[in-house]
């Protein structure tokens, strides 16, 4: 079948031009880059990508195919997705479907065959920006026209469209070899006590879930627009505050509820829910030039010295001069220096910008659904 040519058009201007896969369409948001070398289903599986067309700097992709194991969410979210080579012919053992075939399935559009290090280099440098990817228009100045006219993501309430829409009981644990994901029972005879928590949803990953089934804990979903009322009344031992995407000052509902919430019970939150708490706390927010994404940031926790390395995937980060002492920094990305985790012990609460659940990893910091656990006893 001869090539079906596409072209990624950026609001700055900048044309590439390459190959297109996965659904013949078109379709925008800003373009980003991420530098995990594995883990590309669970990237386009992520809800806090939705708005955004993802880059993978790692040159071949889709060599593993797709399987219905190792998903964040029961769909992909991305906007469009950039690499340099996508393969057409997995080898793997688990796969049930292509990379190529999967988008088409999602009607997600796909370009590749273009230099993903200079596009890369111009998101560094210049920032990321608003983008368009199309192979049904070829018109290079009408795509940057339309580049440049689509809303920002600042300001935007992203979460509205991924967070869930009913209350659930989660039941699902870690993955084994053998036997795939663990129900939630395999983990009742192994702990004491269950934490009753309430995990609201701004869009979480099921991995986060999983990770808090196994160590430990019974947990209810609930939707992102859950008032602080409607978690109390649930009696729950803690909240968990979920990742999600775009900027948290668009989602001022959320900010009230857990302000409603602070000091009335441990509350633990990750990306999102760890920007949300900073705002809650009276902090301020700022967008990054081109955000944190991939599985090999550094971090240093602040109260032993020692460096993490985390998966990170985030656009915004909490402003430290604005808390103004109302929270402990406890951890600090060793590339740029920016805020990773803050804790309020007085009022039990604590959180991460990065992401202690990984999958594929790195596992580094899975150590925090342990304390989280341990402040449910306190």
């Known amino acids: ?28 948001g800003e373009v980003v880059f991420n530098t995990a070398m594995t883990g590309y289903q669970e990237v386009l599986t992520d809800p806090s990508y939705k708005g955004q067309i993802v880059t993978m700097t790692y040159p071949e992709i889709g060599n593993t195919g797709i399987n219905p194991d190792d998903v964040e969410s029961n769909r992909p979210w991305v906007e469009g997705f950039i690499v340099r080579e996508a393969w057409r012919l997995p080898s793997n053992w688990r796969h049930v479907e292509s990379l190529d075939g999967y988008l088409r399935r999602y009607r997600i559009c796909g370009i590749e065959r273009i230099d993903t290090r200079a596009l890369t280099r111009r998101l560094r440098d210049g920032g990321s920006q608003m983008g368009i990817l199309s192979s049904v228009d070829r018109d290079e100045e009408r795509l940057v026209r339309k580049a440049r006219d689509l809303p920002p993501i600042v300001g935007r309430d992203l979460v509205k469209e991924v967070s869930t829409d009913r209350e659930m009981h989660w039941e699902t644990g870690d993955w084994d070899l053998e036997r795939g994901y663990l129900p939630a029972s395999e983990y009742r005879n192994r702990f004491g006590r269950i934490p009753r928590i309430v995990a609201v949803d701004y869009g ?3 991995n986060i879930l999983r990770m808090l089934i196994s160590h430990g804990f019974d947990v209810t979903v609930v939707p992102a627009e859950a008032t602080a009322e409607r ?4 009696k729950p031992d803690g909240v968990f505050l ?14 009230e509820a857990v302000r409603r919430l602070l000091g009335k019970l441990p509350i633990f939150g990750i990306c999102l829910g760890h920007q949300i708490m900073g705002l809650a706390l009276g902090g301020r927010t700022f967008k990054l ?21 985390t998966s990170q995937n985030h656009n915004f980060s909490v402003d430290p001069e604005s808390l103004g002492g109302r929270s402990r ?21 604590f959180s991460v910008q990065y992401h202690p659940e990984a999958s594929p990893g790195p596992h580094d910091s899975r150590y925090l659904f342990t304390r989280f656990l341990h402040a449910q006893t306190r």
Request: aromatic share 6%; charged share 20%.
């Open 1 to 28: 079948m001869p090539d079906r040519k596409a072209i990624l058009a950026l609001a700055d201007g900048t044309v590439f031009r390459g190959a297109a896969f996965g659904y013949e369409g078109e379709s925008g």
């Open 231 to 234: 978690i109390l009344e649930k």
């Open 289 to 309: 030039k081109f955000g944190h994404h991939g599985g090999n940031q550094p971090v240093t926790d602040l109260a032993t010295g020692r460096v993490e390395i």
């Open 242 to 255: 979920s990742n999600g995407p775009g900027d948290p000052e668009g989602v001022p509902y959320a900010v």
């Open 329 to 349: 920094i406890t951890h600090i990305n060793l590339n740029d220096r920016t805020v990773e985790g803050l804790a309020v012990p007085s009022l039990r609460c």
């Open 204 to 206: 979480i990953k099921q």
